[in-house]
């Protein structure tokens, strides 16, 4: 949920998002409190959280910002968190000896901390018990499951609505067009666009900066290309913008998908040329976020499975292994 370009008018609209957030929050308040924020993927909720960790983090002894909790482990995450409150690398070794260590020397410290893209029950058992952390403490967590967040006892919930009307128009146009409207004979075809879009900022997005800069008789034909295809919209707004990167960027944008998604942006520049970051960057299928590389988990996804499907029974058979079962898997349980 992290890039998106934005018209000013726009940004209104996502500066309303972080105000609401902040009310349910209510910084400066007595006690210890949880929030959700809560919808689709694609919407924009690590954005929002990223945004309301940008403005309110000074206000707490301590802040930590842990990304794509559903994708890591619970003891490396128990000891990111705790290295980022204590200024120290702990030794941890199982999850229950995290949890004690994290309400030892956490329970009197006022701490924020952001729990980016939950999917499991677990997850927040084991990273924000209830009284864990110290008085006016804050817990946001983002996740697309709204009851997950009321089986941990939260209630407080902000719910991100998609972006319709002349928002979504707004939206699409300064990334197609680097305006707030589009001229006049190009109207219709973006609300064509939007339409495909179906109210999600990273579509507009991408789908935008996917037709910068091309005629319009082109736009047509690359609309036309997406009636009538076996997957939801943003997956095929996904799908044509890879298939329109040339074979050479394809690779690379494969690696980034695979290898390089959250690494340091001085690294990956030794392994993806520079021109082609740049290309991803301005076709938004990238960002940098503090000195990292970012790529959407549905974009990610899409490389993972462009991979896999070139050889779905076989992981020897295929162009790039990065799980660790199948790395053993196909050399025969033999590193």
């Not at 909790?69 to 968190?81: D, I």
């Not at 020397?105 to 058992?125: A, F, G, N, P, T």
């Not at 609505?161 to 707004?170: F, S, T």
């Not at 993972?304 to 053993?328: A, T, Y």
Request: hydrophobic residues 40%; positive net charge.
């Amino acid at each position: 949920d992290a890039h998106i370009g934005m018209w000013p008018s726009t940004q209104l609209e996502f500066r309303s998002h972080v105000q609401d957030v902040k009310k349910l929050l209510d910084v400066g308040g007595n006690g210890r409190r949880m929030v959700g924020i809560w919808g689709t993927s694609g919407i924009g909720k690590t954005t929002i959280a990223k945004a309301i960790w940008n403005a309110i983090a000074h206000e707490f002894e301590g802040s930590c910002f842990l990304e794509n909790v559903r994708e890591g482990s619970l003891v490396q995450l128990q000891k990111t968190l705790l290295h980022k409150y204590l200024g120290k690398k702990l030794k941890i070794h199982s999850v229950d000896e995290g949890i004690g260590v994290i309400k030892e020397r956490l329970r009197h410290k006022k701490i924020l901390l952001i729990l980016d893209d939950v999917d499991q029950l677990e997850q927040l058992k084991k990273l924000a018990g209830d009284d864990w952390f110290g008085e006016g403490s804050r817990v946001i967590i983002t996740t697309q499951n709204r009851r997950l967040l009321k089986n941990h006892g939260i209630y407080l919930i902000y719910k991100v609505k998609k972006l319709y009307g002349n928002r979504a128009l707004e939206l699409f146009s300064w990334n197609a067009f680097r305006t707030n409207e589009p001229p006049k004979d190009y109207l219709e075809l973006a609300q064509r666009a939007i339409a495909f879009a179906d109210g999600l900022p990273l579509a507009l997005t991408i789908l935008g900066s996917h037709l910068r800069g091309i005629d319009i008789r082109r736009w047509q034909v690359i609309l036309d290309g997406y009636e009538g295809e076996p997957y939801t919209h943003i997956e095929r707004i996904l799908q044509k913008s890879y298939d329109a990167l040339d074979p050479c960027a394809k690779e690379y944008f494969l690696d980034i998908a695979c290898f390089f998604k959250g690494e340091k942006k001085d690294y990956v520049p030794q392994v993806v040329p520079q021109k082609f970051i740049e290309e991803f960057r301005d076709k938004a299928l990238i960002n940098i976020e503090w000195s990292k590389i970012v790529m959407h988990d549905l974009l990610a996804n899409l490389g993972n499975d462009i991979v896999r499907k070139k050889s779905p029974n076989d992981p020897g058979q295929r162009s790039r292994l990065w799980f660790h079962e199948d790395v053993i898997t196909s050399s025969d349980g033999k590193y």
